[in-house]
């Protein structure tokens, strides 16, 4: 949207940020150009989200050498 300066009766044009709007760039390595979208990170995330089922992990599990109380291979026993 173009703005009017009441005091110099000039037309202010918005300002154009590369960081903050989506452009394109030539890459001469591969002879094409190829769309910037630095935006993209502010963005919410509208993808999957996974449950954690937590009946599926279980509080202790004997055979699991890294769990409170199971005997190590080194004979130590971790608490």
């Not at 937590?54 to 699991?64: A, G, L, R, V, Y």
Request: hydrophobic fraction near 25%; charged fraction near 30%; aromatic fraction near 8%.
């Amino acid at each position: 949207m173009l703005d009017l300066d009441r005091e110099t009766n000039k037309i202010n044009e918005p300002k154009y940020y590369s960081q903050e709007h989506q452009h394109q760039r030539f890459n001469p390595l591969k002879g094409e150009w190829v769309l910037i979208s630095p935006h993209r990170c502010k963005r919410p995330w509208a993808g999957q989200v996974e449950k954690v089922d937590e009946k599926e992990i279980p509080e202790f599990d004997p055979t699991n050498p890294l769990s409170p109380g199971v005997m190590r291979p080194s004979g130590q026993v971790r608490i």
